[in-house]
């Protein structure tokens, strides 16, 4: 039976499983746009890092920007920033531009790949610390 800070870690992580599903089978079969690849991958990152932070019961403020949660890890583990900064910085800029018109521009399928490939090395550095 899983207690509480488990089942909640876990719903993180499955919320953030459902958004590179849907991610990776749009870039597989090019049925949606790269801009919506780009956004469920920062949400991929986003939710992962939320439920690192669970995992350390350690609370956060409501926010979707990578960085800040990339800064709230830092103490327990100086290494973040060395391993995923690049991606997470990355990945940051998605869930903005992604979600308002403007002067921002449509995204590439190259784009696409890059954002995927950040969130997979997010999640992979995060199943790696709860082992």
């Given at each position: 039976m899983l207690n509480d800070q488990e089942k909640n870690y876990q719903e993180w992580f499955k919320k953030a499983d459902d958004d590179e599903l849907n991610a990776r089978s749009i870039l597989r079969h090019?049925?949606?746009?790269?801009t919506v690849v780009c956004?469920?991958?920062?949400?991929?990152?986003?939710?992962?890092?939320?439920?690192?932070?669970?995992?350390?019961?350690?609370?956060?403020?409501?926010?979707?920007?990578?960085?800040?949660?990339?800064?709230?890890?830092?103490?327990?583990?100086p290494e973040i920033e060395k391993n995923l900064h690049q991606?997470?910085?990355?990945?940051?800029r998605y869930y903005i531009e992604t979600r308002y018109p403007g002067d921002y521009p449509e995204f590439s399928w190259h784009d696409a790949?890059?954002?995927f490939e950040s969130s997979k090395r997010t999640k992979e550095f995060v199943l790696e610390k709860i082992k």
């Open positions: 090019k049925d949606g746009t790269p956004f469920l991958s920062q949400q991929t990152a986003e939710k992962y890092l939320k439920g690192l932070l669970v995992f350390y019961n350690q609370t956060f403020p409501k926010t979707h920007d990578l960085l800040e949660l990339e800064t709230l890890l830092l103490k327990r583990m991606y997470l910085k990355l990945l940051n790949e890059e954002a």
